[in-house]
């Protein structure tokens, strides 16, 4: 999904997420949501891992161009933590996406995938499970 107005980094972010949702189904994840919008809040995907076991997925993407202030992992701060936690709890609590589809009775955990650019131009990417947002 692409923004009315994006900047060069919600572009990349947007490209970062559709890479990884690829890279998700590709391994026979079902995505079940992409941006879904809880209030305020926003989780990048919403997935179905399946296993074994299978699990319920809600994966924040974080991605940085370079590196000179970091790794993508680092981005994810104490005010982004709060909102992911937010919306995972709104999106628990409903137990049905925001369009109505049905969550199924999995139980959750919260994944988080960095994309960072390697120092040959070429994309790293790194897959954290189970992480406490």
Known sequence: MTRQTSTPAQLAGDEAESLIAA???????????????LGR?????????????????VIE????GRRDFGLAEET????????????V??????????????????????DLVAVDLDAAGGLSVRHHRAIRP
């Open 23 to 37: 890279r998700l189904a590709a391994a026979g994840w079902t995505i079940l949501g992409r941006n879904v919008r």
């Open 41 to 57: 809040d926003e989780l990048d995907i919403v997935a179905i891992d399946p296993g074994p076991p299978r699990w319920l997925v």
């Open 61 to 64: 993407v974080r991605r940085r």
């Open 76 to 87: 994810l701060d104490y005010r982004k933590r709060k909102a992911l936690r937010r919306a």
């Open 89 to 110: 709890a709104a999106l628990r609590d409903g137990g049905q996406l925001p369009d109505g589809t049905p969550l199924p009775p999995l139980p959750l955990r919260v």
